[in-house]
């Protein structure tokens, strides 16, 4: 959790567990600093919390690191917004000063209300083994400690801290559980049932930890990474443990977009993309900016972006033009003979009928094609039975000369312009990387 040596940034409200906290690691001869953020949200006992913590660090020669917010009351959940408040207020110290550790005074009473909390609200294995130990750079050294056990201490040692009021406030959940439902649960049930808990927690936390490692492994397996997303085998998912699904997403979310407000109803969502029949084309959107698109055989999950840019390019017949959209270079040349002019990014057409230039765009529904050697009809179509995603069709660069569709990359050369033996102009398109 701590090694010998390491700067450690303490969050200090002020109350028991976070001033107990500090006392300890200043005895085992850390070097700490003090963060406090006073949101305000108590008026003068949001000052009188910082004067006490200001004052306790010029006491004990800690450095002070204080500052004040106003977070929005209107917005509902200020428990929520004040954390998050806090977080990133910690951060920017650690980036500024250069702390190794932030160390945060959760204890264990705290993390089995927070448990029953999330069992309450149908969270999974992942969601009852919050405030772990360790989580990157954040440690708990309290999270075995009772409320009551840091207390004593601190009343041991002479050491004052500061109350708030609002923590005995039961219109709040947390106090609910705090003051009345634990008290009685412990009277009906289990007098240690916060320690009976606390072990289920723990046990919890050793699974979900092995849980989450073979998840990565299937990932790493099975997916593939790219600048946007994964892309995941939908066999090899289908064929596996639903548990296992359900963790192989959510690793997923969780790397690209996070999970918050991502749910239990989101994630099976996007398995039924796996499971259901008929689903090649479709997608549904992720809290965190994410989509997940079945695309034939494969699943693809990305971030949002915007809609791809349109495109309206004039080839000259010869001539070249630069798409930047696309990241190529076209290309057009008068040829006498066909020669190797045959391929996936080149094609050799009749130009009898072109005029001085061709467009190049991009693909747009209701295009009708009418290939050589394939059937005509629309574009839409042909892109489904060649297994082009759909992420990427829109980007397909189409040939068009007036109205009429010349050539479109990876296809066959339309049939109007298909080169004949009494071709009298025959003209080459290649297309190639920049």
């Known amino acids: 959790m701590l090694r010998p040596g390491q700067r450690v940034l303490v969050g200090v409200s002020g109350g028991a567990d976070s001033v107990c906290l500090l006392l300890i690691l200043m005895d085992l001869g850390y070097e700490v600093g003090v963060a406090h953020l006073n949101h305000g949200l108590r008026g003068l006992e949001s000052d009188a919390d910082e004067t006490f913590v200001r004052d306790l660090c010029e006491q004990r020669s800690v450095r002070f690191f204080g500052k004040r917010v106003k977070i929005p ?5 200020l428990e929520a917004d004040g954390r998050q408040a806090r977080k990133e207020f910690f951060a920017e110290i650690v980036k500024s000063e250069g702390f190794d550790r932030i160390a945060l005074a959760h204890n264990r009473d705290d993390r089995v209300e927070t448990f029953l909390l999330n069992l309450w609200r149908g969270a999974g294995t992942a969601g009852l083994t919050s405030m772990e130990p360790v989580t990157g750079v954040v440690v708990r050294p309290l ?3 009772s409320r009551q056990e840091i207390e004593s201490y601190l009343g041991d040692i002479g050491q004052t801290w500061r109350t708030d009021p609002t923590n005995r406030d039961t219109r709040f959940a947390r106090n609910r559980l705090r003051h009345d439902t634990i008290p009685t649960l412990k009277d009906a049930f289990n007098p240690k049932l916060p320690e009976a808990l606390s072990r289920t927690i723990e046990l919890l936390d050793d699974e979900n930890a092995w849980m989450e490692m073979l998840s990565l492994e299937w990932l790493g397996r099975h997916g593939t990474r790219n600048a ?23 690793e997923t979310f969780k790397e690209l977009g996070g999970l918050k407000d991502v749910g239990f109803d989101h994630v099976e969502s996007a398995l039924q993309l796996v499971a259901g029949p008929n689903q090649s084309g479709k997608r549904i959107q992720i809290p965190g900016g994410l989509t997940v698109t079945r695309s034939f055989g494969e699943l693809v999950v990305q971030s949002r972006t915007d809609p ?8 000259r017949i010869p001539g070249e033009v630069h798409i930047p959209e696309l990241g190529r270079i076209f290309m057009a040349k008068v ?10 990014e080149r094609v050799i057409v009749d130009g009898g009928n072109l005029g001085p230039y061709v467009r190049i765009r991009n693909w747009r529904p209701g295009d009708y094609y009418r290939p050589v050697g394939l059937p005509a009809g629309k574009l839409k179509k042909l892109f489904q039975k060649a297994r082009i995603p759909r992420s990427q ?10 109205s009429t569709i010349v050539w479109v990359a990876s296809f ?17 398109f290649e297309a190639s990387p920049i």
């Not at 009351?73 to 959940?77: A, C, I, K, M, V």
């Not at 040829?335 to 996936?344: D, I, L, Q, S």
């Not at 069709?393 to 007036?402: G, K, N, S, T, Y």
């Open 412 to 428: 066959p050369v339309s049939r109007e312009f298909a080169p004949r033996g009494g071709s009298k102009r025959i003209v080459a």
């Open 393 to 402: 069709r829109h980007q397909w660069p189409v040939l068009v000369a007036d």
């Open 143 to 145: 999270i075995r400690a």
């Open 228 to 250: 946007t997303g994964y892309v995941i085998s939908v066999s090899a998912l289908a064929s596996g443990n639903r548990a296992l699904q359900r963790r192989v997403l959510r």
């Open 308 to 315: 791809p840019a349109e495109f309206d390019y004039e080839l």
């Open 335 to 344: 040829v006498t003979e066909a020669g190797n002019y045959f391929g996936t």
């Open 73 to 77: 009351t209107e917005r509902g959940n």
